[in-house]
């Protein structure tokens, strides 16, 4: 059975959660787009992800640097000030009587057309804003489990091509890494850029362990990772070794210790790559990690 770093435990109350969209909130079911709009035409937008746990976001000013970074690399000017979308989240919660084990999803598209066409200049409307919380909890078994990493022949494409760096709506080829890594019977699948390096993940960034040293790529052809960047920094600060390099594939096969980051489940193992196996009996290195991020709530 394919288990993945975003799974969780159903939850009913999720059913009656309700929506933001344009400043206006709808019932789950009744919470629709219109056919026009630049997310349904042409995937034309960017997105982010948080947490709010204990009654409080987690990493807000982060990920709203990232989201406002990514929409401006697109061209997309997000007509709510910073302030105005912290004020629509903290809604969302409130409106939803939300306090803890919430993760939302803002998703930002260029506005409705009045055509199916790819030029903004046929965009008809500001930006069109939705907000989705819902209540999520990490099924524990991925952390006693482990995941399975494959590599897979999609790659992670080039800069001035679709920057591999931006969280756009458009995410057609980390759908076929994922589809191509569940077929080859891996959980998840593990990318090379351009040059044969091995990038990350179709939707978790990816580290390595040798000798008590870690290791991650450039970031280049990756999404800025957030929970990436606090495991670098967690690493620095507590003087664990950490490498933000090029490596190959050889260099993965011959690890001590393997683990995936992300906005949702954190930090989750690495039980194999390929043919390679690990023992998630010994982490030592990935379960001090786990256990300094997790002291940042």
Not at 113 to 128: D, E, L, N, R
Not at 135 to 161: C, Q
Not at 174 to 202: Q, V
């Amino acid at each position: 059975m394919m288990v993945s770093s975003h799974d969780y435990f159903a939850d009913k109350r999720n059913d009656k959660v309700k929506i933001y969209i344009n400043g206006k909130f709808y019932k789950r079911k009744d919470a629709k787009v219109s056919v026009f709009d630049s997310s349904v035409l042409l995937g034309d937008g960017v997105w982010d992800s948080l947490r709010y746990h204990e009654n409080k976001f987690i990493f807000l000013k982060e990920h709203l640097d990232r989201l406002y970074k990514d929409a401006k690399l697109i061209d997309l000017k997000i007509h709510l000030s910073r302030r105005k979308i912290s004020e629509a989240l903290k809604k969302t919660i409130q409106i939803n009587k939300m306090e803890s084990h919430v993760h939302l999803r803002i998703i930002i598209s260029r506005g409705i057309k009045s055509t199916p066409y790819q030029s903004p200049k046929v965009t008809i409307t500001q930006p069109t804003i939705i907000i989705i919380p819902e209540y999520k909890i990490p099924d524990k078994e991925i952390y006693k489990k482990g995941l399975r990493l494959v590599t897979v022949n999609t790659i992670r494409g080039s800069i001035n091509a679709q920057n591999p760096q931006i969280n756009s709506l458009s995410k057609l080829n980390c759908i076929l890494a994922c589809i191509e890594a569940n077929k080859k019977g891996g959980d998840e699948a593990l990318m090379f850029d351009i040059n044969g390096n091995i990038a990350t993940n179709n939707s978790t960034h990816f580290f390595y362990i040798k000798n008590n040293t870690v290791f991650t790529s450039t970031g280049k052809y990756c999404v800025t990772g957030i929970t990436r960047q606090k495991i670098i920094d967690l690493c620095k600060k507590n003087k664990i070794k950490v490498k933000q390099k090029n490596f190959k594939l050889k260099d993965v096969l011959n690890a001590d210790e393997a683990f995936v980051t992300g906005s949702f489940a954190g930090i989750v193992p690495v039980n194999s790559i390929n043919r390679k196996k690990f023992s998630l009996n010994k982490i030592p290195v990935t379960t001090i990690l786990s256990i300094l991020y997790k002291n940042l709530f």
